[in-house]
């Protein structure tokens, strides 16, 4: 096939030709194009022109540009008569021009383009700090909300542990006054001669015996209700009388003559138990113990001495947890036997003690407190010069000073504190025990949770060297003149930890010397 010339023109593409004269090839036949101009509405129709009334108008279109009413202006007509006619020529140049065109409306377009997508990034970025600023202040809110409703919980807790006090405290005349209508209450009182060493009811020189919750806790065992061995009517008669129609002329059978003689001396247990009443033939000096008892018994007259039959296996004590301190000290009398109900017993007691410890101060029962001042001093007849022969350090309290806690633990190594170190002869370091001591007498006394949260943070803080003195600089604690032991209350954070120990008293340099190497240490372990 015979290509055309090189001085023919080449025909533009068909999208440029279509693009140009679309509306008016379709509409009108070439030679409308090629012979003269047309009415002006219809070359406004076929060029995309808008209809217009006036004749000095201007209007856009997008083939030709910006034009002049084709009706009134010659010049206008003459140029879009010229581009059609240049179009149906397919001229190069035009075609060129055209392309050139549409590239710089492509640019304007995309230039466009672009600058919407910023202002899109720029909204967006906008609304994602706000949405950031309103979650942090939603989450703080959060936070705070938390707090308060955990301080809620805590005083409701603590609400409610003091009207359980106030309720105790309400019934405790209504106690006194049961205790004061027992059996017991009613007995007389008789001050022994001078050159006696027994100690009668209610001494005067006995603590104990003016105590009323202890007298309370006593006549329990002596409820109706507790179990009892057999006995008649006229047994039990002749018992209590044997306490009351006493001579003083008459003697009682010594204790350290019958060693077999329990030390309870409760009515409950002497009239129970077969070595609380001598023989009628067995008389000696009273030689009771100098340590003060509660309703001890009163010289008694042989005639009126009864004979109890010996316990039977069934009322041995058995090994089981006390619900009275008759049945409590059963179970420490059999929890010293060499035989398998002692093992037993002795389980129970452990296991007491462990609970008892682990009860809050306020909130141990009297049985408790008794349980942890007598386990390890032996509750038996003994006088205090055994006692201190016996060389039995007593457990220490929680508000003991750190001297007794140390001569505690050396005396007594496997109860040994976490975080507290050793010396070369294995005594507690005493800087390391002046900050445990510390930490457990001001730590959270209400939960468990709590008082760990605590110890975590406490030991967190100065387990870092100088962060307690930073934190006192940052927020500008107030350091109290003299040291106490308050507990902690309120939520647990740095900086609440750190007021705290601020209110308490302590310094940055008591910081260093004893509770950083302590906190290093217990984290250690």
């Not at 003689?261 to 009771?288: D, E, I, K, Q």
């Not at 510390?438 to 406490?458: F, G, K, Q, S």
Request: aromatic residues 6%; contains cysteine; neutral net charge.
């Amino acid at each position: 096939m015979d290509s055309p010339p090189p001085s023919a023109p080449r025909p533009l593409p068909s999208s440029t030709s279509e693009h140009l004269n679309q509306r008016a090839v379709n509409t009108h036949p070439p030679s409308i194009l090629h012979h003269g101009p047309f009415p002006e509405q219809q070359r406004r129709s076929v060029f995309g022109l808008p209809p217009t009334s006036s004749h000095d108008s201007w209007s856009y279109s997008p083939v030709f540009g910006i034009v002049h009413s084709l009706s009134g202006c010659s010049t206008c007509n003459s140029y879009v008569d010229h581009m059609v006619l240049a179009g149906n020529r397919n001229d190069v140049s035009l075609a060129r021009a055209l392309e050139a065109r549409k590239e710089s409306q492509d640019v304007f377009f995309m230039d466009g383009f672009g600058e919407g997508m910023r202002h899109q990034r720029d909204n967006d970025l906008q609304l994602d700090q706000e949405f950031d600023r309103l979650r942090s202040k939603l989450d703080t809110t959060t936070n705070a909300f938390q707090q308060k409703v955990a301080e809620n919980e805590l005083l409701r807790k603590e609400l409610d542990r003091v009207k359980q006090q106030l309720t105790r405290l309400g019934g405790v005349p209504g106690l006194l006054l049961t205790s004061q209508n027992s059996p017991m209450a009613n007995l007389p009182t008789r001050s022994p001669p001078s050159s006696s060493g027994s100690l009668g009811l209610g001494s005067r020189g006995s603590s104990v015996g003016s105590s009323a919750d202890f007298q309370h806790h006593v006549s329990q065992d002596t409820n109706p209700t507790s179990p009892r061995p057999s006995s008649t009517k006229t047994d039990l008669r002749e018992e209590d009388m044997s306490f009351v129609s006493a001579a003083p002329n008459n003697k009682q059978p010594s204790q350290a003559d019958d060693p077999a003689r329990s030390p309870c001396s409760t009515y409950a247990y002497v009239a129970s138990n077969p070595h609380t009443v001598g023989s009628p033939s067995s008389h000696g000096p009273s030689n009771l113990p100098l340590r003060p008892r509660l309703f001890a018994p009163l010289p008694t007259s042989s005639a009126h001495q009864p004979t109890v039959a010996p316990r039977s296996q069934a009322d041995k004590p058995r090994a089981r947890h006390p619900r009275t301190m008759k049945e409590l000290k059963d179970l420490m009398d059999l929890a010293r036997e060499q035989t398998s109900d002692g093992a037993a017993a002795l389980s129970i007691v452990k296991s007491v003690c462990s609970r008892a410890h682990g009860t809050p101060r306020d909130s141990k029962t009297f049985m408790q407190k008794w349980i942890l001042m007598n386990w390890k001093n032996p509750y038996t007849a003994t006088t205090a010069s055994s006692i201190q022969a016996a060389d039995v350090k007593p457990n220490p309290r929680i508000d003991d000073p750190v001297e007794v806690w140390y001569e505690y633990l050396c005396a007594h190594p496997h109860s040994w504190p976490k975080g507290v170190r050793k010396d070369g002869i294995g005594r507690p370091i005493m800087s390391d025990l002046v900050a445990n001591r510390a930490v457990a007498r001001m730590r959270p006394t209400e939960l468990a949770a709590l008082r760990n949260d605590y110890i975590a943070h406490v030991t967190d803080m100065f387990a870092i060297p100088g962060k307690y003195k930073q934190l006192l600089e940052e927020n500008k604690f107030v350091i109290a003149s003299k040291i106490s032991y308050e507990p902690f209350t309120g939520p647990v954070s740095s900086e609440t930890v750190a007021r705290h120990f601020a209110e308490s008293g302590f310094m940055p340099a008591d910081a260093t010397n004893n509770f950083e190497p302590w906190a290093k240490h217990y984290k250690e372990c």
